[in-house]
């Protein structure tokens, strides 16, 4: 026997459509966030499989009865979609982080409801993307080292 999910609609949207279709993007974008980092490349394409995947989260969330002031975060869904499945990993990133903060900016204006929990949820969702869109000045352990090593060699 199977279980289905009954969506209770209010006048009001809650995030856990978004909060799931963001944990399903985290995935693909870190997955080729990692390859392009180590490749040390221009954009890779994604597998096929991973394109599908990232596709069946945004028309998941896509598809919903949206209100109006909320659509607008569904474009950005869909804009990253196009640019992960061109290769361009930081711009999906970018645009899901977009997606997140519209949608944050709808429930401070009341236009959708997000308990402390979802927000919370959220702010882990753009901390994780904001670092990965804008890494910073993060120094690794080797590089630390290398320079060191420069350094003492000048003395």
Do not use: C
Not at 31 to 37: A, F, L, R, T
Not at 45 to 73: C, N, S, T, W
């Amino acid at each position: 026997m199977t279980t289905s999910k009954v969506l209770v609609f209010s006048d009001r949207m809650d995030a856990s459509s978004l909060i799931t279709a963001v944990e399903q993007l985290m995935g693909p974008i870190t997955d080729m966030y990692s390859q392009q980092v180590k490749a040390r490349s221009e954009p890779i394409k994604p597998q096929l499989v991973m394109i599908r995947q990232y596709e069946a989260a945004v028309y998941g969330f896509r598809d919903q009865r949206l209100p109006g002031e909320v659509k607008g975060v569904s474009a950005l869904l869909v804009e990253s979609l196009d640019a992960f499945e061109a290769g361009r990993v930081l711009e999906a990133g970018r645009f899901v982080m977009q997606a997140v903060e519209q949608f944050e900016v709808a429930g401070k204006e009341s236009v959708v409801t997000i308990t402390e929990e979802q927000a919370a949820k959220l702010g882990q969702f753009r901390s994780a993307l904001f670092k990965m869109i804008n890494p910073g000045h993060e120094i690794s352990p080797q590089d630390i080292a290398k320079r060191r090593t420069a350094a003492q060699s000048q003395w």
